[in-house]
């Protein structure tokens, strides 16, 4: 599997633009999928449309799966979806609560382990401090190497975010 570039090189010294994903589909928080679109001043993206994280998250838990053994209930993790966001949307800064510091590690270890086994460049996500204690339960607001500007709805943002995703090949 390689990797075609890209948004912009990675660099830590890249300039940042700030995005907020709407999580709607992840199989391991129910609690998501029945959330409202949230409303956010910053330009919206719908994970839902972005199905190479979907893809990218199940990989790097395949990686953790016996395959001799029966499948499990939920298959990833809120650490595989994280990493699938590192490596995808080249995610920089997550705004989370500091309490989630221990599962941005392990999905850093996680990306870092998938790119190395592809042969993809890897860059660890970091964590800034969120002040917005109120925010949503399905928005993530990330920093990402990504130049976005808003489309003016969710769907032609998350379309326009699309075409500039990498290109994975087998």
């Not at 298959?75 to 997550?94: C, H, N, P, S």
């Not at 382990?113 to 401090?129: D, G, H, Q, S, T």
Request: with cysteine; glycine share 4%.
């Amino acid at each position: 599997m390689k990797t075609a570039v890209a948004c912009t090189a990675h660099t830590q010294s890249a300039v940042l633009h700030r995005l907020h994903l709407v999580v709607d589909g992840n199989g391991h928080r129910n609690d998501l999928c029945a959330a409202p679109l949230p409303e956010t001043e910053g330009i919206q993206v719908s994970e839902a449309l972005l199905p190479q994280i979907r893809t990218v998250a199940a990989l790097i838990a395949a990686m953790r799966y016996d395959f001799d053994s029966r499948s499990p209930a939920v298959f990833t993790e809120e650490a595989d979806w994280f990493a699938a966001r590192i490596l995808v949307l080249g995610v920089r800064r997550f705004h989370l609560d500091v309490t989630l510091m221990p599962m941005l590690k392990s999905a850093n270890r996680r990306a870092a382990a998938f790119a190395a086994c592809r042969k993809l460049p890897f860059v660890p996500a970091e964590i800034r401090m969120s002040l917005h204690a109120g925010r949503p339960a399905n928005l993530l607001i990330a920093e990402t190497e990504c130049s976005m500007h808003d489309c003016g709805n969710i769907v032609a943002n998350s379309l326009a975010l699309k075409k500039q995703l990498p290109v994975f090949e087998i």
